[in-house]
Structure formats: C-alpha cells, structure tokens
C-alpha cells in the first residue's frame, strides 16, 4: 500500500474516531465540529474535480453551496407552513425526507452548473475565475431581494429534516449520515479520477490541444467535470443547512466559495483526501487559533502562505510526498 | 485515378495585412509522403492550422476522405482519422508515456464519458497503446513520467500517440526537429514504413530527410505554393532554387 493509501485511511479513521470519542465523553460540541468538517470536506471534494483533477480555478463554488442550501430550507419552509410549493399545474409540496431533499439540492446544483460552466468553460484564466465568481454574486444579491424566502434574514428550520430509521436531531446521527455521504462521494471520486473521463479531463488540464489532436473535446469534457463537481457542493450545502437549520443568503458569499478553495489548497490540490484533511485543518484552526485571538485568519493567511510556497502538495503532500503515476 | 484523401482548395488566411495563405492548394494521396517545405515564415504552421481544425481559413475548403471538414473543429477532424503531430511536442507531461498512448486510443475508441471503470486496465485501449509503443520502440519507458523523457524520445511518442489513433493521413509538422543526426535518420526509416499504413503531409526542414522520403514535394513561399512535384522535379525548379533552396543545395 502507497503512503497516500495509508495517510488516506489514518484521516478517514480520526474523523471517525473523534466524534465517537466526543459521544462516549459526551461532548456534542465536538461532534458537531467534527460534522462540520465531513460537511465542509464534501463540497471541497466537489471542488477538487473541478480544480484538482480539471484545473477550473472555480471562485464561485459557493453558487452550488448556497443552491444546495436553499434547496433544503425552501422544501423545509414548505413542510413547516404546510403551504404547497405549487398547486397548479401540480401539486408539489414541501418535504421534511434529507433523501428527496439531497436528490433536489443535486439536481438544482447540477443544473445550474451546466448553465454557469456552459457560458464560463468558454473563457479561461483570469476571466473563468472572475465569471464564476460573478454568478455566485448574482445569486448572493437576488436571495437577499427575494423576500418570499427570508431575504436578507434566511429561513430558519425548527426541525432538522428526517431520515428513515435515525433520529437526525441526535448529534451522532446526523454526523453518521454526513460521514457516510463523505466516504461514498471520496470512492465515487476515486473512481473517477482513474476511468476515462478522469484521465481525459487530467490531459485537458495539462494539455488541451493534445487532448483535442486526439479527437476529444476539451470543453464537453470540462463541462461535465464542472457539473458533477458543482453537484457534490450542492449535496454538501443542503448537508450544511440541515446543520445549522438555517440558511441565508450568506451561502451564497464569495468569502464562502474562498474557504472552500483555501480547505482544498491546505489539504492538497488534486489529492483525494485533501479536501478532508484540509477542512479538519480549517475547523481546527478556527476554533483553537480562534479562540486565542480574534484575527486567527492572519494565521490562517501565514499557513496558506507557506503551503503555496513550499508545499505545492498541501498537508497531503507534505506527508505523503509527490503523487505516485497512477496506473 | 482515386480521390485524394486530404485536399487543400483555395484556402486565403490573412492576419491584417499579412497574407499567411494565399490561394493555397494541394492534395495528399493514397499511400504518398508529400512534404511541404519553405522559408520560416512562409506560412507553413498556418497552412497545418487551418487544415487540422485550429484555424478556420478566410475562404477555400478542405476536404477529408471526400468530405468538406472546413467547418469542423480540430476533434472533430481527428475522429475522422487525422493525425496531427505537432511541432513543439505536445503531451500530458505528467501523464506517463502509456497514459498518453491511452488518451490517445480512448480517443479514437470514444466512450470517454464512462465514471467507474479504470482506464488503465480497460484491455482493448491497452494493447492499443501497447503496439503504438512498440511501433516506436518505446516499451521499455511505458511507465516513465513524459516529463522526465529526453527530447527525442518526445518526439517519438509525439508519433506514436498519431500511430494509435489510426488514421487515415498524417499531419505532421517537423517530427525531425531538434532529433539530431541518428535520431533523424530513424525517424526517416521509420516514415519510409509508416506511408503504407496512411499517407504523411509533412512539414520538415531537414532536406535530407525531405528528398529522401517525400514521392512529391510542395514549395510554400510568401504564402503561396510556388511547385509542386517530385523531388527531382523541385531540385530543376529554377524557381524555387532562386526562391528558396540556394544554389549550393542543388549539387
């Protein structure tokens, strides 16, 4: 086994093993932390295939969050008023059930991507990046002007949603449920990362023109790495409202789509388990940097600082040392 | 006489004043190496642009295998069976040499959007990739990082990536640049070979290589295709010795 392998499995085990510990010491704080960092690891997870394996420099990620995130409160906000969604020419109602809440919330995300990365795939650079960021911004300001749902205040959920056979309002639980969808969504990107369409949008990023010498578009390909990227930010942001039981137009931030760029960068760029190891990085930082002095980001700054520096590969890297050629 | 398979008619590209192509013309046929040659500057990498897909010409078409491709984009063209090596070689550089063979047959295969299955275990595109670099001779490097390859073993992959996508013509844009002497002359034999399996468009500098290899030989000046024909022909153009060869080339 490589020492990625092991490392991989080493930080899939603490983030078990802390909130479990947290259960017996009966410490919900900490698992709730801990829920936080398997929820924040799963929308860099979805980054991570747009920048890691496609090189998208993608500064708008939180476009997905916050979509995934209103998909659960707007449901949930239905489900607590009893108000039908629509009557006619249907009749949709809320749900209160995370499965049709998270199929929703990816195939909002999903589909807003195509749109998103349909328009910004034709750009690159500089301009990708500020387009990306552009629409989030867009999507942030019309949330705070559209009153039906909360506007600038959010929609809060008195309930956490339901899922059969758990109590999802039990800390444990809940974060049994994210770890779960954080494990299936690190196999499906392993998957990924070494099938045809992995290695088709790894050779975009490194070379589009042979890509296309080849009879491949590199734009098809980018657009549906965008998509299924942008899908698991979604998962993860309905994953985050369900946490707080709230959302607001704040999902929508670009200071959000930052964190989910800066945990990725911590934890390694285009490393499988960067993502996770990045956001426990993140978590922890904020809480014990954070509660030693108030501007702990000027730390976090100095940290991202280094890592950009002298250590290309993240925490995972530096660990781990370079990627092994996967074959 | 057949059809040609790659025919050039006509094709004008201006950049403002410049006139990269102006009126060009040619076809490659069945089983030719047909060498297009000419001062830096003459338009060479311009005329390779708009007839591999990168450039659409101002007017004039190109036609592969019967069909007017002149609107299609480069992938597009390569699906159909056009090879394109390029000047500068042009891989995955992180990739290993089999990945890059891979690509290529996943490319010519299609089905590139599959999720699950491993790529580097799919039976078919490996024995594809593996012929190409036995082609060439490479085997031995198949797990070797592009980065880390020499410069002329770039070029050779460079070829062999071509090679497995079967085609039906090779574009080939100076595949002897920067090889040195020997390398040269390998890649000439190898060429001698390769025109049996599909005809070669070759741009190429070195002479040797050029009127050893080339059954015709197009002399591209300014723009325009100055002659067209054997090399013995182009050695008693007195045109393009005046043009382009230089008088102490033709002894």
Redesign the interface.
């Known amino acids: 086994m490589s020492r990625e392998a092991v490392l991989n499995g080493v930080i899939a085990l603490g983030l078990l093993a802390v909130p479990l510990w947290a259960w017996a010491a009966d410490e919900p704080f900490v698992i709730t932390l801990a829920t936080r960092v398997a929820i924040l690891a799963l929308a860099g997870v979805g980054l991570n295939i747009a920048l890691g394996l496609g090189g998208l420099v993608s500064f708008g990620h939180a476009a997905f969050f916050g979509i995934g995130g209103y998909a659960m409160g707007i449901l949930a906000s239905h489900a607590q008023s009893y108000e039908p969604l629509m009557e006619w020419p249907v009749l949709i109602e809320g749900t209160r059930s995370m499965p049709v809440i998270w199929l929703v919330a990816v195939v909002a995300s999903a589909l807003a991507a195509l749109v998103i990365g349909a328009l910004s795939l034709r750009t690159s650079g500089v301009y990708f990046i500020m387009i990306t960021l552009a629409f989030a911004q867009m999507l942030y300001y019309f949330t705070i002007s559209w009153p039906a749902y909360g506007g600038e205040d959010g929609l809060s959920i008195y309930l956490r949603n339901s899922f059969p056979g758990l109590n999802t309002l039990d800390p444990i639980q809940f974060f049994a449920i994210c770890y779960a969808i954080l494990l299936a969504a690190l196999f499906f990107t392993a998957?990924?990362a070494?099938?045809?369409?992995?290695?088709?949008l790894?050779?975009a990023r490194?070379?589009a023109?042979?890509?296309?010498?080849?009879?491949?578009?590199p734009y098809r390909?980018r657009l549906?790495a965008f998509v299924i990227s942008a899908a698991l930010t979604g998962l993860a942001g309905a994953l985050f409202a369900d946490l707080n039981r709230f959302v607001s137009p704040a999902m929508f931030g670009w200071n959000i789509s930052g964190e989910i760029m800066v945990l990725v960068i911590l934890g390694g760029v285009a490393r499988l388990f960067g993502p996770v190891a990045g956001a426990a990085l993140f978590i922890l930082l904020e809480n014990v940097l954070g509660g030693i002095s108030e501007y702990w980001q000027v730390f976090l700054g100095l940290l991202l600082l280094g890592v950009v520096l002298f250590a290309r590969g993240g925490l995972v890297g530096l660990i781990a040392g370079r990627e092994a050629?996967?074959? | 006489m057949t059809e040609p398979v790659l025919e050039i008619r006509d094709i004008r590209k201006a950049f403002g004043a410049l006139k990269a192509s102006d009126g060009i013309s040619l076809d490659l046929r069945e089983g030719e190496i047909h060498a297009l040659i000419g001062p830096n500057g003459a338009g060479k990498s311009t005329l390779i642009q708009q007839i591999?897909?990168?450039l659409r010409p101002d007017s004039g078409t190109v036609h592969f295998l019967g069909e007017d491709v002149t609107a299609l984009?480069?992938?597009?063209r390569?699906?159909m069976g056009l090879?394109?090596t390029?000047q500068i070689s042009?891989?995955?550089?992180?990739?290993?040499v089999?990945?890059?063979l891979?690509?290529?047959a996943?490319?010519?295969r299609g089905?590139?959007?599959?999720?699950?299955?491993?790529?580097?275990k799919?039976g078919a595109l490996l024995e594809a990739a593996r012929e190409a670099m036995a082609a060439v001779g490479l085997e031995e490097l198949a797990?070797t990082?592009v980065a880390d390859l020499s410069h002329g073993q770039r070029r050779q992959l460079e070829v062999a990536?071509a090679l497995v996508?079967k085609p039906r013509a090779f574009l080939m844009d100076e595949p002897m640049a920067g090889l040195g002497l020997e390398g040269s002359r390998q890649m000439t034999r190898f060429l001698d070979g390769l025109r049996a399996e599909a005809p070669i468009l070759l741009v190429e500098h070195d002479m040797d290589a050029v009127f050893a290899l080339a059954d015709r030989i197009s002399v591209l000046v300014y723009g325009r295709v100055i002659a067209t024909g054997t090399p013995r022909e182009i050695r008693a153009d007195s045109e393009v010795r005046r043009a382009y060869l230089g008088e102490e080339d033709m002894a």
């Open positions: 998957r990924l070494k099938s045809p369409f992995g290695l088709a790894a050779a490194q070379n023109a042979r890509v296309e010498a080849v009879g491949i578009r390909v549906v050629t996967h074959d | 591999a897909g990168g984009p480069a992938a597009a390569a699906r090879a394109r390029f042009s891989l995955a550089m992180e990739h290993t089999l990945q890059n891979v690509l290529g996943l490319g010519a089905g590139v959007f599959r999720f699950f299955r491993p790529v580097m799919d797990r990082r990536v996508l």
